[in-house]
């Protein structure tokens, strides 16, 4: 995938024309207003694919993007995007609720498919992720209902956080073999997000059955992010989920996973990792075991040799001579 637009190369008075076709590309069909068309306008939009969603990345001079009814009848597939304002503030007006202010940091929800007023004024960026709606699971009004109450969620900052992430290196991920895994897991956590922002009486029977679907990923997520705490304990995790330990044991269980088995292989190959990286061949292996959550050097080194067939310290002379072979072993 390459840049669906940078007007850096443009004649000023090709930009106008050349924003409204690249954002046809890119998301909606949409009126799209210019904050002051009397001066050069800029933009650089870009969209890459990932697996059934795509990352969509806009920065430019001040605008208004404007679907009416009339151009919302016209699209066949729903599309929902979950963007993280990077730059300047985000306004959106959409369906009955009064006017979303959104600060640079945080996530709105917008349905594309539908009628919408989105703008920002002065230098603007955001970043977001566009789902097909027949991807996410989820009955269109629950959707619509969760769009206007994100941040109700308790997972509103993961994954503004992930969103943030995407659209801050998409090349990379996108490219790397892993990416039908994240794409996944992507929508997997946008789908829980949903889920549990609409979570009513009216939908509980919907958003109950999406969410225990999603547990498990919730649970993935948070573990990775607390791999570091030598107090991640399984007990632990199930108080955050607000579930039973046994329960804990069971989702973990149907999924074929050890749970304890699983987060020592997550800390052996981050530690793994650190100790073939070349910025820590002065570091520590202790510093290193330590920041993988493991306080028992003796105990982290005889994990690592029954993983792996060699010491930590084995492991890093072996792949220092490899990489400058008359440089002495640190």
């Given at each position: 995938m390459a840049y669906v637009l940078d007007t850096a190369g443009l004649p000023?008075?090709?930009?106008?024309?050349?924003?409204?076709?690249?954002?046809?590309?890119?998301?909606?069909?949409?009126?799209?207003?210019?904050?002051?068309?009397?001066?050069?306008?800029?933009?650089?939009?870009?969209?890459?694919?990932?697996?059934?969603?795509?990352?969509?990345?806009?920065?430019?001079?001040?605008?208004?993007?404007?679907?009416?009814?009339?151009?919302?009848?016209?699209?066949?597939?729903?599309?929902?995007?979950?963007?993280v304002q990077q730059r300047s503030t985000g306004f959106l007006e959409q369906?009955?609720?009064?006017?979303?202010?959104?600060?640079?940091?945080?996530?709105?929800?917008?349905?594309?498919?539908?009628?919408?007023?989105?703008?920002?004024?002065?230098?603007?960026?955001?970043?977001?992720?566009?789902?097909?709606?027949?991807?996410?699971?989820?009955?269109?009004?629950?959707?619509?209902?969760?769009?206007?109450?994100?941040?109700?969620?308790?997972?509103?900052?993961?994954?503004?956080?992930?969103?943030?992430?995407?659209?801050?290196?998409?090349?990379?991920?996108?490219?790397?073999q892993s990416a039908a895994t994240v794409a996944a897991a992507s929508i997997?956590?946008?789908?829980?997000?949903?889920?549990?922002?609409?979570?009513?009486?009216?939908?509980?029977?919907?958003?109950?059955?999406?969410?225990?679907?999603?547990?498990?990923?919730?649970?993935?997520?948070?573990?990775?992010?607390?791999?570091?705490?030598?107090?991640?304990?399984?007990?632990?995790?199930?108080?955050?989920?607000?579930?039973?330990?046994?329960?804990?044991?069971?989702?973990?269980?149907?999924?074929?996973?050890?749970?304890?088995?699983?987060?020592?292989?997550?800390?052996?190959?981050?530690?793994?990792?650190?100790?073939?990286?070349?910025?820590?061949?002065?570091?520590?292996?202790?510093?290193?075991?330590?920041?993988?959550?493991?306080?028992?050097?003796?105990?982290?080194?005889?994990?690592?040799?029954?993983?792996?067939?060699?010491?930590?310290?084995?492991?890093?002379?072996?792949?220092?001579?490899?990489?400058?072979?008359?440089?002495?072993?640190?």
């Open positions: 000023a008075g090709d930009r106008v024309e050349a924003v409204h076709t690249a954002m046809m590309y890119a998301s909606a069909p949409c009126h799209v207003i210019h904050e002051d068309p009397a001066r050069p306008v800029y933009a650089r939009m870009g969209v890459w694919d990932l697996g059934d969603a795509n990352i969509f990345t806009h920065r430019s001079s001040g605008i208004r993007l404007l679907r009416t009814a009339k151009l919302a009848r016209q699209d066949a597939m729903p599309v929902i995007a979950l963007s369906g009955r609720a009064g006017p979303f202010v959104c600060a640079r940091g945080e996530l709105l929800g917008v349905d594309l498919s539908a009628a919408y007023d989105y703008s920002w004024s002065g230098d603007g960026a955001a970043g977001c992720l566009q789902i097909p709606v027949d991807r996410l699971g989820l009955p269109i009004d629950v959707i619509r209902s969760a769009l206007g109450r994100l941040p109700a969620s308790p997972l509103y900052r993961l994954v503004t956080t992930h969103i943030t992430a995407l659209s801050q290196n998409p090349d990379r991920i996108t490219s790397d997997d956590l946008c789908r829980a997000l949903l889920a549990s922002a609409a979570r009513t009486d009216r939908h509980s029977s919907a958003t109950r059955a999406v969410l225990a679907e999603t547990l498990l990923t919730q649970i993935r997520a948070y573990v990775r992010q607390n791999l570091s705490d030598p107090d991640l304990t399984p007990a632990r995790i199930a108080t955050t989920h607000n579930i039973s330990l046994r329960h804990l044991y069971k989702l973990c269980a149907d999924a074929g996973l050890s749970l304890e088995q699983w987060i020592i292989t997550e800390r052996l190959q981050g530690a793994r990792h650190d100790l073939l990286t070349p910025a820590n061949r002065t570091r520590p292996i202790a510093a290193i075991a330590r920041a993988w959550g493991f306080r028992d050097p003796t105990h982290f080194t005889r994990r690592f040799r029954a993983r792996y067939n060699s010491t930590p310290s084995q492991l890093r002379a072996s792949s220092t001579e490899a990489r400058t072979p008359g440089d002495p072993v640190l």
